[in-house]
C-alpha cells in the first residue's frame, strides 16, 4: 500500500490496523496538530464553558492519578488535547483533529511510556488549563505552540536518525 498519496482519513485508517506510517509522515502530522491546536487553544479561550473547564479538571486530575501510579498518559493527553478542540464549538474542527488522534494511537503510548515526559507534559497541560481559564487567548497559544514543540522535535529526531527505539517496543512488534 502505497501511504505517500493517501488521504488523512486513509493514514488514521493504515495507523489504526497496525501499517506503519512513514515517519515523515507522522511529523508531518504532528506540524499540522500543532497549527490547528494553537489555534484552538485561542478560541478556547473565548468560547470555553464551564463544562468544558470541568471536563478539564477531571482529566488533569486522572493524570495525576496515572503518573502517582507509574502510568503513561497516552488517554489522558488525547482527551485533554481533544477537549480543547471541543471548547472551540466548531464540530468540524474537533472532527479534523480527532483523525490526528487516531493516526497517533499505536504511538501514543510509546511516546508517553517515559514518565517523565508524561510528568513534564501534565505540567505543561496545567499551565495552558490555567491560561485557558484566565481566558488569555495569547498565553495560552504560546504555551500550546512549546508543549507542541517536543513533539515535533522527538519526531523530527526520529527521522534524522537521532532516536533509537525502546527494545519494548520493537518486541511487541515482532
Known amino acids: 500500500i502505497d501511504t505517500k498519496q493517501a488521504s488523512v482519513e486513509a493514514l488514521?485508517?493504515?495507523?489504526?490496523?497496525?501499517?506503519?506510517?512513514?515517519?515523515?509522515?507522522?511529523?508531518?502530522?504532528?506540524?499540522?496538530?500543532?497549527?490547528?491546536?494553537?489555534?484552538?487553544?485561542?478560541?478556547?479561550?473565548?468560547?470555553?464553558?464551564?463544562?468544558?473547564?470541568?471536563?478539564?479538571?477531571?482529566?488533569?486530575?486522572?493524570?495525576?492519578?496515572r503518573i502517582a501510579a507509574g502510568e503513561g498518559l497516552a488517554k489522558e493527553d488525547r482527551e485533554f488535547h481533544l477537549e480543547i478542540v471541543r471548547a472551540t464549538k466548531?464540530?468540524?474542527?474537533?472532527?479534523?483533529?480527532?483523525?490526528?488522534?487516531?493516526?497517533?494511537?499505536?504511538?501514543l503510548p510509546i511516546y508517553f511510556n517515559d514518565l517523565e515526559r508524561s510528568m513534564r507534559s501534565h505540567a505543561e497541560h496545567i499551565q495552558i488549563y490555567e491560561a485557558l481559564l484566565r481566558r488569555d487567548?495569547?498565553?495560552?497559544?504560546?504555551?500550546?505552540?512549546?508543549?507542541?514543540?517536543?513533539?515535533?522535535?522527538?519526531?523530527k529526531g526520529i527521522i534524522e536518525g537521532r532516536w533509537t527505539e525502546p527494545k519494548s517496543a520493537a518486541l511487541e512488534r515482532a
Open 12 to 65: 488514521a485508517l493504515f495507523a489504526r490496523a497496525g501499517l506503519p506510517l512513514d515517519p515523515v509522515q507522522i511529523y508531518e502530522t504532528v506540524e499540522l496538530r500543532k497549527i490547528h491546536e494553537i489555534k484552538a487553544a485561542e478560541l478556547a479561550c473565548s468560547r470555553a464553558t464551564e463544562e468544558n473547564f470541568e471536563r478539564l479538571r477531571e482529566i488533569l486530575k486522572a493524570s495525576e492519578e
Open 90 to 107: 466548531n464540530g468540524v474542527f474537533h472532527n479534523i483533529c480527532s483523525v490526528y488522534y487516531l493516526m497517533g494511537e499505536q504511538r
Open 137 to 155: 487567548g495569547n498565553l495560552a497559544q504560546a504555551l500550546m505552540s512549546a508543549h507542541l514543540q517536543g513533539a515535533e522535535s522527538y519526531w
